[in-house]
């Protein structure tokens, strides 16, 4: 049997373990000049690695968070991120010998949730994460895509130079986009990072819209990606990984600039939330061409019957769920639900889900009904699923689009 020595990594580690990182994703290393505002990330005690022998074969740290969930709630979160295992070390238990020790650790700091972004959609399931809230890309011809009359309209749009805009931005984040179930805490140092560089090192632009009493209300970020009209077709594509608006005229302003830009061709969005009312904006709905829905947020529930009772639920009668939690044995058991909160139970069930199942149904994304459709909730009482809908049901649709 291999012997691992999973452990905290000294502040020494922490450059070979980005590195390791950084290949199981196939890049190459971080910069001299990234590395400072890379390193600034990290927390003492966060960031573990699994030694095989003298080797790090393996590394994965986790950010202190937070996470909106329905009824308004905000619960301390792990941002579990730069999960990597050497190439040459895979298929040894690495993985799930950091993930156990990993949530532990967060479970003992009194965070009841762990969250995170996949590579492979295959990999994290096992260990109780579930996909909480999804995306879409979206694509727009610039001389096609015409706001109609009725689009939301006022305000105003000014560009901002990076520096300006790491002064402004997580304050109107803060109060313009944090309280949606999904949204997570955007700490300084994940604004330095997000704010280092554009996409694939390129320029970040950035503008923000003010309403009309001067109030800064919305920013978008975005990147230009240009083919030279000598050897390709002159494209320019405004690549738009961040729009937030903290209300619809917000939102549509910052459109309308972006579709006004001289010389831009296409505008490619990705991380838009599934309820933008994009198509509806437009003269032609057509013209808002969804490129791919994709997942979004992955959800653990760390302490179960914390989290199960720090968020809201809907008017219906009672349902007792049945949590099977394999990887941390001690979230299993018996869950009342009601619309006064949750907590345990000695009932017999009427449901019955995995932990990776419980963290896609926790933000309101996904529907028991569609679950049980896919048998990945077990149902033992048939009128328990629409009765568990009623409860968990939000009103709108959970976004993160923050990536960490």
Not at 239 to 261: H, I, K, T, Y
Not at 299 to 322: F, K, N, Q
Request: negative net charge; aromatic residues 6%.
């Amino acid at each position: 049997m291999t012997d691992h020595d999973v452990r905290p990594l000294a502040e020494t580690e922490y450059r070979d373990a980005h590195t390791l990182f950084m290949a199981a994703l196939h890049r190459p290393p971080a910069t001299e000049g990234d590395w400072p505002a890379l390193v600034a990330r990290y927390e003492t005690g966060r960031v573990w690695g699994d030694f095989l022998g003298d080797e790090l074969a393996g590394t994965t740290t986790s950010l202190p968070s937070s996470l909106s969930v329905p009824g308004g709630a905000v619960l301390p979160a792990a941002a579990v991120t730069g999960v990597g295992v050497r190439a040459d070390r895979t298929r040894r238990g690495v993985l799930t010998s950091m993930m156990r020790s990993q949530l532990e650790d967060v479970r003992e700091r009194g965070e009841p949730l762990a969250m995170l972004h996949a590579s492979e959609t295959g990999i994290y399931g096992r260990f109780g994460y579930g996909v909480a809230s999804r995306t879409r890309t979206v694509s727009l011809d610039t001389h096609r895509a015409i706001l109609a009359p009725t689009a939301p309209s006022g305000g105003d749009v000014r560009l901002l130079g990076v520096a300006e805009a790491r002064k402004i931005l997580p304050e109107i984040y803060e109060r313009i986009g944090a309280a949606r179930p999904g949204a997570i805490a955007r700490t300084p140092g994940w604004w330095d990072t997000r704010l280092l560089t554009g996409a694939e090192g390129e320029q970040l632009r950035v503008a923000v819209h003010s309403d009309a009493d001067g109030i800064d209300d919305g920013f978008a970020l975005w990147n230009t990606r240009i083919n030279d009209h000598r050897f390709d077709n002159g494209v320019c594509t405004l690549q738009v990984s961040d729009l937030r608006g903290g209300d619809a005229a917000a939102a549509v302003g910052l459109w309308r600039f972006l579709l006004n830009l001289d010389l831009a061709n296409v505008i490619l969005a990705a991380d838009r939330p599934l309820d933008e009312p994009l198509e509806w904006w437009l003269a032609d709905s057509r013209q808002c061409r969804v490129r791919g829905v994709h997942d979004d947020l992955w959800l653990r529930l760390v302490d179960v019957p914390t989290a199960l009772a720090a968020r809201a639920y809907g008017a219906a009668e009672p349902v007792v769920v049945e949590v099977r939690d394999a990887f941390l044995p001690s979230n299993s058991g018996c869950y009342r639900l009601a619309p006064e909160g949750a907590r345990r139970c000695e009932d017999r069930p009427q449901l019955t889900v995995d932990a990776d199942m419980l963290g896609a149904l926790y933000l309101g994304d996904v529907s028991v009904a569609t679950l049980a459709a896919a048998n990945r909730v077990t149902v033992h009482d048939d009128a328990a699923v629409e009765t568990a809908d009623r409860l968990l049901a939000t009103s709108g649709v959970p976004w993160c689009g923050t990536g960490f």
